[in-house]
């Protein structure tokens, strides 16, 4: 059964672009051009990947972005965010919020293609190993099957992709990743331009995790990248 991708847009040019694109790879693809039928069709179908606009005519890809989180049926859906705008701002400010991707328009509706299979690779590892591992670093318990994660016994709120780059670090303690690889393993895909969408997972995990503004736990390794320090 093919996975079902949900693309917000209101450029309808846009959306036949991308719709065209994914169905050759094998998608099957549900559009909304608007915030209130993407909340609908969310609800209604509950999509493997959401390819969501920033800006939209009624709700944002913000609003949007909140709404999904803060269901837990839709929690755990990766979202990929297009938008305009090329200021870094946006871009945090979208990842803050939960998404797990980020594309500046005008895009490469291949590349598009190629971060959705990644995400849904991600998702499909995370299904496999849902049985598996509960790792405890410090403070930080993080539970594979369940997909939680502790601090002192506080339930986190992470992303999925945060999710998924801690396991990354709690399964290789003190180990030096580069950024190459904390985005493959991390984000699923290496591409040109990625690093600042990795530094910005990594700020983001680290106000979550750590206990003041200074890194005790994820720490950069200057020239290499980063690793999760045993205490």
Known sequence: MSERILVVDDDRE???LVQSYLR???FEVLVAYDGESAVHTLRREQPDVLVLDLMLPDKDGWDITRFVRSQESLA???IIMLTARVD??????????GADDYMTKPFNPRELVARVRAQLRRTRLGNLSSKGGVWQVG????????REVSADGRLLDLTPTEF?????FMENPGYAFTRDELIEKGLGYTYAGLGRTLDSHIKNLRRKIEIDERPHL???????GY???VS
């Open 14 to 16: 846009i959306v036949r």
């Open 24 to 26: 050759q790879a094998g």
């Open 76 to 78: 755990a859906t990766p």
């Open 88 to 97: 870094d701002t946006d871009k945090i400010v979208g990842l803050e919020m």
């Open 139 to 146: 403070y930080l318990r993080l539970d594979v099957g369940r």
């Open 164 to 168: 998924d780059l801690l396991r990354v």
């Open 218 to 224: 994820i720490q950069t390794v200057y020239g290499i």
């Open 227 to 229: 690793k999760l320090v």
